[in-house]
């Protein structure tokens, strides 16, 4: 039987402990102590306006948030300072479709924020045509100009068949990229090769902006195929090329099926596509062996599943009736 | 000294004791809360400017959407309507004209399949458009359908399926609603000048149609801004000569002329007459895009994919995964 000694001399004890404890556990009392064993008084109203404007910060981030929703569309978006700037590298020439071509893949580049357009003209000199389109639409481009030497021995206006079209307008791209930008520079770019009869979607954008060194993806309608793809295995690599078309190239794949990080692009300075001697459905592989191994593929598009890129041509137009009977205006632009 | 038991519980009670008196003391403490409150104050006037400022911001945001919510409900509201089939380049056909259409304000796609249902392809397209859209759909009669080795112009495409569309605008718009009708083909590049264009359309307007016709573009001739003839090399002598990409109609003019659709039948070229001459007189057509000068909209056409290594895959059963839509 406990005596009654006893039980005084327990709860002697037990009872400042309790009520120190339930004291300690009102919240305002335990930081005020710590911070009293530390600092003066000064921390301790720090703290407290830190708390306080905990409370502050969160209306006002509640307020940002409202205004932001109610922000009206604009054409191009916004640039962003987080996202990466895609740089989109189109290389064009004059015939009857260029200037509709141009504009529909404007109105498509239009809706992707951070996009840097690099037009390169395969002619002598800037054409009025471009320079114009290139401004009314209101994007963030920059336009250049090579022109491919042409045959002079084949009759006509025929481009030398050795160089493959486009190739000396992708490489003048690059170098542009190259003296631009430095090297050692923190921007973020992803470069890709955007012909002009292709057709995006606005998701493979978003796809290709978390390239760290170059991404792929299937490309519907080459090869003969209902697409053409990359093939990947279960661990996410890239091992091999679902192509029919000589699935043995180094890198089985269209122009318009990967990005590079603009970093690589620097850092690799001298790679460029190779203009003589390259047989056709190299010329990608002339370019990305200096940038990459197939190990470091990134594979997009859902592990390579899904179509967000076809490699549509548009048909030539039928002019017949040009010239005939006084029919031919070349005051209006078409 | 002993130490005592006694003596040790004694020490220990009156050092909790001590110890529990401090840390109420501390927080009783009044001297420091003057400071921290001024210091307090001063934040919360801070943090009520900028809330006062801000606040004010939304306000002048809201203010400005509204006006354009305003304009926006005077902007007379322009139907495209797109007849479309299944075949490979279809879904980028459409992906790339949606694009387009998203530009533009008071837009509302009425997209016809010819096709006895609604297909997956089309309707998930649609969805994921973000663009506001009615779904239809009409097969054509086997009688009047195109075979696969038939050249395109043998027979008139997309008739049923744009009567179907008239059908329904006629069924679910009333005459009081301010729009404007436009045959936008899936296959044609439009710039976004030209829905400018459109919109203004009274009764019939009319602009120049890029690589048609066998020409680099037909157009309206025009004279003192009325239409006297037209720039045509293929069978000048229509009632309009004129692409389906070329003219715009007011929904009112449809709306009123209940019975004003095209014509099956009709011979080749002579499609969009079969439905203007009901509506309009050539002396009522509007020009637009600069008196027919200017040319805002091209008759593109994309190229049948080659399918050589897919058909021979797929004789020996080893097509591409059907399941990935192209």
Redesign the interface.
């Known amino acids: 039987m406990p005596k009654r000694r006893d039980i005084l001399?327990i709860v002697?004890?037990v009872l400042?402990?309790t009520?120190?404890i339930t004291?300690w556990h009102q919240s305002?009392?335990a930081p005020?102590?710590a911070v009293?064993k530390d600092d003066g008084?000064d921390s301790?109203?720090d703290l407290?306006?830190g708390s306080?404007?905990k409370e502050?910060c969160l209306?006002?981030r509640d307020?940002?948030e409202?205004?932001r929703t109610?922000?009206?569309y604009t054409?191009p978006p916004p640039w962003s300072d987080t996202l990466p700037t895609i740089h989109i590298i189109t290389p064009t020439y004059s015939r009857?479709?260029q200037?509709?071509?141009l504009?529909?893949l404007a109105?498509?580049l239009?809706?992707v924020p951070n996009l840097h357009w690099i037009l390169v003209e395969d002619s002598q000199r800037r054409t009025p045509l471009v320079t114009r389109l290139l401004r009314d639409t209101g994007l963030n481009y920059t336009h250049l100009n090579v022109e491919t030497p042409r045959n002079y021995k084949l009759r006509g206006d025929m481009r030398d068949p050795r160089i493959p079209r486009g190739t000396m307008q992708r490489n003048l791209a690059l170098r542009w990229l190259r003296e631009t930008f430095n090297k050692n520079s923190s921007q973020s770019g992803i470069v890709y090769f955007a012909d002009d009869d292709n057709?995006y979607?606005?998701e493979l954008f978003e796809e290709m902006r978390t390239t760290r060194k170059v991404s792929v993806w299937?490309v519907?309608?080459v090869?003969?195929?209902?697409?053409e793809s990359p093939k990947v295995n279960a661990a996410g690599k890239v091992y091999g090329w679902k192509t029919?078309?000589d699935p043995h190239r180094p890198f089985a794949i269209d122009m318009a099926g990967f990005a590079v990080n603009l970093r690589l692009i620097l850092q690799r300075s001298q790679a460029y596509f190779k203009l003589r001697g390259v047989k056709g459905g190299y010329q990608e592989s002339s370019l990305l062996r200096e940038l990459v191994t197939l190990n470091d593929l990134e594979p997009k598009a859902a592990n390579c599943?899904?179509?967000l890129v076809?490699?549509?041509?548009?048909?030539k137009?039928?002019?017949?009736?040009?010239g005939?009977?006084g029919?031919?205006?070349p005051n209006?632009?078409? | 000294m002993k130490v005592k038991l006694k003596n040790v519980?004694v020490i220990?009670?009156l050092v909790?004791?001590i110890?529990?008196m401090y840390?109420?003391l501390?927080?009783g403490q009044p001297c420091?809360c003057s400071?921290?409150l001024r210091?307090?104050s001063d934040?919360?006037h801070g943090?009520d400017k900028?809330?006062s400022q801000?606040?004010s911001?939304?306000k002048r945001?809201?203010a400005?959407?509204k006006d354009?919510e305003l304009e926006g409900q005077a902007l007379p509201v322009i139907y495209a309507i797109t007849p479309t089939y299944a075949r490979?380049?279809q879904?980028?056909?459409l992906?790339?004209i949606s694009?387009?259409f998203?530009?533009v304000k008071n837009f509302h796609w009425i997209v016809v399949e010819d096709s006895p249902v609604k297909t997956q392809l089309v309707s998930e397209l649609l969805a994921q458009s973000g663009l506001r859209f009615t779904h239809l759909h009409t097969e054509t009669p086997k009688e009047h359908k195109l075979k696969e080795s038939d050249p395109n112009w043998l027979k008139p495409r997309g008739v049923e399926q744009r009567n179907l569309a008239l059908q329904w605008l006629r069924e679910n718009r009333e005459l009081s609603e301010e729009g404007v009708v436009y045959f936008a083909d899936d296959d044609n590049?439009?710039?976004?000048r030209l829905f400018d264009e459109i919109r203004s359309t009274k009764r019939v307007s009319v602009w120049?149609v890029?690589?048609v016709?066998?020409?680099?573009?037909e157009?309206p001739l025009v004279e003192k801004g009325r239409v006297v003839g037209f720039?045509t090399?293929?069978k000048p002598n229509r009632p309009f000569p004129m692409d389906m990409a070329g003219f715009a109609i007011a929904l009112q003019l449809l709306l009123a002329n209940r019975e004003a659709q095209f014509d099956m039948l009709a011979e080749r070229g002579y499609l969009e007459s079969s439905l203007l001459q009901s509506l309009v007189s050539i002396e009522e057509l509007e020009p637009r895009a600069d008196n027919c000068?200017?040319?805002l909209v091209?008759?593109?056409?994309?190229?049948k994919?080659?399918?050589?290594?897919?058909e021979?895959?797929q004789k020996q059963g080893l097509g591409?995964d059907p399941s990935?839509?192209?």
Not at chain 2, 305 to 310: G, L, N, R
């Open positions: 001399a002697l004890i400042p402990w009520l120190l004291v305002t009392i005020l102590l009293h008084g301790r109203r407290a306006q306080d404007s502050y209306s006002d307020i940002v409202v205004v109610e922000y009206v054409r009857p479709v200037k509709a071509e504009t529909r109105n498509t239009l809706h057709t979607s606005l299937p519907a309608f090869g003969g195929l209902r697409y029919v078309f599943t899904k179509i076809w490699h549509t041509r548009t048909e137009p039928v002019l017949v009736n040009e005939k009977k029919f031919t205006d209006i632009e078409i | 519980f220990y009670f909790s004791v110890g529990l840390a109420l501390q927080l420091d400071q921290h210091s307090a934040l919360m943090k900028k809330i801000l606040l911001e939304v945001l809201q400005r959407g354009s490979l380049v879904k980028a056909e992906v790339r694009q387009t998203l530009h590049t439009y710039s976004l120049p890029g690589l016709g066998g020409l680099r573009f157009r720039y090399a293929w000068t200017k040319v091209w008759h593109t056409r994309s190229e994919p080659k399918m050589k290594q897919e021979l895959l591409s990935i839509e192209v």
